[in-house]
């Protein structure tokens, strides 16, 4: 048995001119970032949320993890995941505002998507039967990673922003690989699609 079903051809359906069906859209999407904002004025925060990991505590305001965070727990206990994330804003370095939520693609933002723990000792075991040490790059030492990947990026930084340089790569304008130094001092680097500006 064949079953074959047709839905309302266009021609049946009520049309709606172009401008009337826009004004429709427009109002709806109006009305959904009025509600929103709503909810973002209700519901932010810059409350300390206690994040767990391993040994490690952190305390980070609840606008790194968004927008709405008043009633988030005040820990979090990353060890059962393994990793944590959050947001922040260039060029202070700051979380959401009741601001800058609405920008889904603001070029300030920077998605730290995963903080871990690593073991620096861990012993790497080869098929052959041979064992050794994990090599830094291996683990995430941030200074051997950018090593690594140093050879494919240009020779000198041709971007600077935000206390960063910004090295692109040598045979495309892809992504920058940006460079920096914590405030305790430790070398970072990290990667992002797009360079600032």
């Known amino acids: 048995m064949v079953s074959i079903s047709f839905s309302v051809l266009a021609q049946d359906r009520p049309q709606m001119n172009q401008p009337e069906s826009q004004l429709r859209f427009e109002e709806q999407e109006r009305r959904a970032l009025e509600q ?8 932010y925060s810059t409350k300390p949320i206690r994040v767990i990991l391993g040994a490690r505590e952190y305390m980070i305001p609840a606008n790194y993890f968004g927008s709405k965070g008043r009633d988030t727990r005040d820990v979090f206990d990353a060890g059962k995941t393994g990793y944590f994330g959050f947001r922040l804003f260039l060029p202070e ?83 920058v690989t940006w460079t920096g130094t914590r405030s305790n001092g430790e070398f970072l680097f990290f990667r992002c699609s797009l360079a600032s500006g």
Request: charge should be positive; glycine fraction near 10%; proline fraction near 4%.
């Open 36 to 43: 929103e904002t709503g909810a973002v004025d209700l519901q």
């Open 93 to 175: 370095y700051g979380g959401y505002t009741k601001e800058n939520w609405r920008d889904k693609f603001d070029r300030r933002l920077i998605e730290i998507v995963q903080l871990k723990l690593v073991d620096k000792n861990e012993i790497v075991h080869f098929s052959n039967g041979r064992s050794e040490r994990v090599n830094p790059a291996g683990y995430g030492e941030p200074r051997a990673q950018f090593k690594n990947a140093r050879g494919g990026l240009e020779d000198k930084p041709s971007l600077h922003a935000h206390g960063l340089d910004g090295y692109r790569p040598k045979y495309s304008n892809v992504d």
